[in-house]
Nanobody
């Protein structure tokens, strides 16, 4: 089992940057592919990015591609989401999640593929 705690959210102006962090507990962090999702008010949970266990593979939603970078540090049990050129439509609660599936790359953009979730971190982008 793994526990996840996000941090780094806040209020930023459009065009600005934020880096979200997700701290994971447990000794098997490197066994999980890690994803970031977001949920805006009145909307469903939306995939943002995912990174493989080793960090060698990443996938991004089209809506954030080129503006967002996911990374991880397995030695520190951390995963990060660097967000640049933020837009008001990026406003949402951002969640990190852990995927234990061997074939994690199947359905990586579905929240149902993830076993553990953090509590979320609010990101608000003002225009």
């Amino acid at each position: 089992q793994v526990q996840l705690v996000e941090s780094g959210g806040g209020l930023v102006q459009a065009g600005g940057s934020l880096r979200l962090s997700c701290a994971a507990s447990g000794h098997t962090f490197s066994s999980y592919a890690m994803g970031w999702f977001r949920q805006a008010p009145g909307k469903g949970r939306e995939f943002v990015a995912v990174i493989s266990r080793s960090g060698s593979s990443t996938y991004y939603a089209d809506s954030v591609k080129g503006r967002v970078t996911i990374s991880r540090d397995n030695a520190k049990n951390m995963v990060y989401l660097q967000m640049n050129s933020l837009k008001p439509e990026d406003t949402a609660v951002y969640y990190c999640a852990a995927n234990s599936a061997l074939l994690w790359s199947r359905g990586y953009d579905s929240s149902q593929a993830y076993d553990y979730w953090g509590q979320g971190s609010q990101v608000t982008v003002s225009s």
